[in-house]
């Protein structure tokens, strides 16, 4: 798996690739450079294509299309709005809306990150692989929790306690 240990062209960070890939330097990591850069040549491919003369044609179509389909869109959004709503569709509407929200569950492990809820993280072994494969080194798990915590710590910017802080957290979502 060390082979597949590959450097990102753009960040430089390492991640794991696929073998077919090992060995490859025009790689992008996946944590957004890979995206990043697609949607750059995409632009780049559409800007080049619209500076022929077909591509031209087809933007002048397409902008002309566009005013045509606002007009139509302004006209029924009129028309809606001197409509009442009937009786059934309010009820649906209001049905809709508490379908989600009972469906939004709030985690809150998953908001504080505490040294209890580390050691017994299902994730840490998985990190400890990860570690392994990409850095070469082998740490205990006590280890890895003392570099997670010390890695992941943030003082506060603001003057607030973090009593306050869960607090305002739950005002703001409630359970």
């Known amino acids: 798996m060390q082979r597949c240990v590959a450097f990102c062209a753009y960040c430089g960070l390492r991640f794991l690739t ?3 890939c ?3 330097v025009d790689l992008r990591c ?3 450079c890979r995206e990043h850069h697609r949607r750059q040549r995409s632009n780049q491919r559409s800007a080049a294509y619209y500076q022929t003369a077909c591509g031209k044609r087809l933007k002048k179509r397409l902008n002309a299309g566009r005013t045509s389909d606002v007009q139509v869109a302004e006209g029924e959004a009129a028309t809606a709005v001197h409509e009442k709503p009937t009786p059934a569709g309010e009820q ?4 809709e809306r508490s379908e989600l929200s009972s469906n939004v569950e709030l985690r809150l492990e998953d908001v504080v990150l505490g040294q209890a809820t580390l050691r017994t993280s299902s994730m840490l072994p998985y990190v ?3 570690v392994s494969l990409l850095e070469g080194i082998h740490l205990r798990r006590h280890e890895l929790v003392e570099l997670l915590l010390q890695s992941l710590r943030q003082h506060s910017i603001a003057y607030r306690t973090r009593t306050d802080y869960v607090l305002r ?3 703001r979502y409630p359970p």
């Open 30 to 32: 996946p944590f957004g």
């Open 18 to 20: 696929h073998p077919r």
């Open 128 to 130: 400890r692989m990860l």
């Open 22 to 24: 090992a060995g490859r």
């Open 92 to 95: 649906q509407a209001d049905q």
């Open 169 to 171: 957290f739950l005002h």
